[in-house]
């Protein structure tokens, strides 16, 4: 558990990162919290000849309502200062409720949010966060302009589509909201988790703990438990992970949905 | 006034400050300076035929001193050991490193010796070995499936290891019996996981030549024997060292290649070298433990009474033996545990299969008899209508009884006569303590207010043998300034043995605690001993520290009354000093003895060596009940409330034996409901580390309810029986029971292997509703 | 593969400066160990999960395992060794008020994992030092311990802290 050889740059601007990730490719990596990164290398299982850390560009940690009224998230954020942000916590208590939830206290402390949603792991809780609350993606790439990428779209590629600056969450929608999970042991990777925000048209759900989130259009129009129940099994037809709990997964995601939109409601109430 | 004793006493432990101030010297923390480091090359395949193997592009990468393969190796070199065959054994030893053919995905294939532990994994990763896959067999059914291939050829079978019992007529009893009870028991694979994983290291002592080993081992003695044995070389030429562990819980009390090849990589290239797992490497390479199918039948009158018993395990040992084979059978032949149970059969065979090799673990082979037999309890109190704890006490040997000879013997296992205790009474005060008078209500009340969730309680009661022979030495000198020096064979692995033995010092010689150092596992100054294990250190060790002092007290008042120039009559002992019984002058101190001695030229008489034989084992015993909830919805099963009523004799430490059952439990805990070491269909392991291994946490600890009994072991001066494992031994099966009494004795918990998990609990439940839905009754 | 050449580290651990030269490759925990001396650092998995190499870089609980070397370039790390720094004055014996709850409360067996949760649970105490009990399990979630089964160390850090009722 030794990690292969690489070379280590430390920029200090943004420009200096693109300059050194050109073309991307899995020669580099971009070291941020590490906390997935750092493993990978020692397991071996990523051997890049380059790592760029990006952890000393000024300002890249900032977490800011910019504007617009959206929350904006630097890339160097650390996990556990976005979950106790007076900001966050007051008009995006979902990102927080399912932050409580992600690794352990000293994990959150190092790990980014960015990081965390590039990398996208088995049980990504904030993957369904950033589905249900139609986050964006701050992507640079060298000789062009940043660009905005959709949750949807950026959750299937990952951190290979470039320079990922920040992570920016659409204003608030003022309602109940949840995020509940089932794991192997209590604390333990996310097996299945549901996340779930009230708004004007109703709730908008979406599940993590398969190979990727998913949002679960058709049961965000369920009225019962037995429709939730058949909605369920439509979003997630055919969805399924590397691991063995799939079909613990299809068969507690009623329950779990239902959980959380009970949570949900009893904090619109 | 006498000073007050420290034995039975809640005595602060003497090894927290070095520990809490992160000065434990740990194996990691004693590797020389200049030591070359070994990364082991391990098969990726669970069964198949090397090839070829081709290291010479690995040979001359950065900082590579050697690479060694079994080809390489010294002709004659021997294999693993394995303590405990008897003569119907087939030899499946586990060899230093595979020559010809691989038996589990993480075993050795070769050795690479670097610089540094990155360069040692640079070489390693480029190591290229050509195999041909077989079919891999991963479980013990498919291992005796006459279309499954043998993994060791030649011996035509992958049976390996049988042993029977046989006490009274069972058949006659279940001939007349009103009720017959079976039960499958599907126990999965499990690991120790101490926190510290394996390390050591080789080094040649300068002058002598003589090897030194230093490991983390539980059992440095037998270490050295079989390492003289494996080598080829007078035991006298090695040396073996166990610094304090991180945790062993059995991990430890086993032989390793590694042990092996550090020392004879450190002898050829004559710098140390050093080895220490990662976790990734551990959960392939250390030994595993429990994995067992046992099939149990029991006869019962109408009136409860259990008549007999018929038992048999099947043990999955993967791919060779570790270093004790007998585990499975030594504890199904204690399966009637504290159960009357006059007529007795029980089979135990073992089966080699394409996985790391079964070691013991925390209870060796009870904590899954105690599963079977407290299942079986549970299923015929149903089929009577017998309320659980009533069909229990009914059974349990009454405390007139003891001591009790089952009649359970065969080569290398301890006589089983139950010596000492009160069964019901232990078992009375668990009742009380988990509230079972009460628990009906409770119940209802609960599961009124939560309609998906229903609360259950479990009942198990567990012996074990304990306090283990034959024999334990100690030494004890005084040192020049007066203080008392022990030195015991045994490991410090967090049991706080240093703690129990400097009490049991400190009071036979009537001295300061402080006044004692311990030392400990060095065979330089005790060869020969069995190691720490079995729950033996506090009673058999701290036995042998209260010989030793007495013997030191014999010495040294003969010693005092030679200097002061006195009849020896005219002189005794007391509260660490010679006095006259006269009372005449100042008592002599130790440090004035010491000081007078060495004037004297005799300072070597103020020592003894002593070995206390162990005249038979010790039986703790404990009665356990657990209350936890399941959520029907989530199948997610939480532990409310545990208690506990033990009796491991006298009590050394209170505070140390308390540490021992909370600990032993949530292990318990962990190996129910969380924990599986698990393989794909290839056999490769899934478990990557502590992600794919959940350990209880601080979240997961029940409230807990613990009592003691202490009645006193007739077979030790200090009364004392074992504790270490306890804990363990009693909690799959309360825990089992619990989750049974909340969902339905119907549902077949331990018809297959795996932990209780969320995922198991929902698919069982699906499973009825589905049976159910079609018409089948439950 | 050449050309990655060395970084030059240079921290302060436990109030003593080091500096070295190492390959980027090189662990924290790893050169914390090897090139410091600081054996207070265990390694326990070397993937996070167990906390036993847990450090206080500039203040905050790093897991030690899962930083490189050169990231703590220019930092100031303190380990259980270093306690003090952390917690309250220390005893005669060099023990500090946490360390002398555990001991009190039979908090660690083979103390493997107990350095890494005392730096910790200190600056955890630190940021909160009136704790609930919920609170405490939820800090300590990201640390494992295998001998004690984790109940003497929730009554470790209540003693240490004073804290209040769930």
Redesign the interface.
Known sequence: MKPAPFAYERPSDVAGVLALLGDGGPQKAILAGGQSLVLALARRARTPELVIDINRIAGLDAITVDGEGCLVIGATARLEEVRVHPAVRSGWPLIAEALGLVANPVVRRRGTLVGNLSNNGPGCEMAAVALVLDAEFVVERLGSDPSRVPSAIFLTLGGTVGFVTAVRFPPPSPGGFAFVELSRRPQHVCTLGAAVQLGPAGPVIALAGFATAIRCTAAEHASTPEALRAALAADLAGAGSADTLDEYRHDVAAVLVGDALAVARSRAA | MTRPLRFGTRT??R??????????K?L??LIPQGALWLTVVRSTDAHAIILGLDAEAAKAMPGVAAIVTAADLPAGLGHLPCVDLIDTSLPVFHPVLAGERIRYAGQPIAAVVAST??QA??AA?AVIVATRKLAPVLSAADALRPESPWLYPELGTNAVHVTRQLVGDPDAAFSVAALVVEETVAVHRVG??????RGCFGEVEPGSGRLVLTSTTQIPQSVRAHLAEILTRPAESILVRAP????G?GLKEAMYPEEVLVLLLAERLGRPVAF?E????HFRSAVQAREETIRIRAAFAVDGTATAVDVACLADIGGAYGLVANAPGAAIANARGGYVMPNFRSVATSVVTNKPPLNVYRGAGHPQAVLAMERVMDKAATALGIDRAAIRRHNLIPAWMLPLDRGISYSGLPRQILDSGDYVHAFDMTLEAIGYAAFPARKAAFEAAHPRRKLGLGLSFMVEMTAVGPDEPAEIEVLPDGRVRLHAALTA????IETVLGQVVADTLGIDLDAVEISLADTDRIPFAVGTYASRGGAVGGSAAAKAGKALIEVATDLGADLLGVDRSAVEWSEGAIVRRDGTNEPLPLVELARLAASAGRADALRASVRFAVPDTSFAYGAHAAIVEVDT????VTVLDYAVTHDCGRLGNP??V??QI??G???GIGAT??EEI?FDAAGRPLT????DY????????PR?HLLHLETPSPHNPLGMKGAGEAGFTGTPAAITNAVADALGQDLPLTRDPGPL???RI??LL?EREVAQAAGFSA | MTGVGTNRVAIIVDGRAVAADVEPRTLLADFLRDTCGAVAVHIGCGEGTCGACTVALDGIAVRSCLMLAVQADGGTIVTAAGLAALDGPPDAQNLTPLQLAFRAHHALQCGFCTPGILVATALFLRANPHPTRAEIVDHLSGHLCRCTGNVPIIAAIEAAAGATAP
Do not use: C, H, K, N
């Open positions: 602060p432990r090894e927290d400050p070095d520990l809490l101030r992160g000065e434990g740990f990691a923390d532990p990155a994994e640079d990763a120790a996981a101490p926190m510290e994983m304090r562990l991180g945790g819980f220490l990662d976790r990734r490497e692995m967090g049991q706080g919805g989530t199948g997610v505070m140390i308390d540490g909370v600990g439990v949530t292990q409901l969380y698990a990557q580390g502590f992600f959940p350990i209880p946490v601080a979240a997961t600890a807990f998990s969320p995922a929902r698919a699906r």
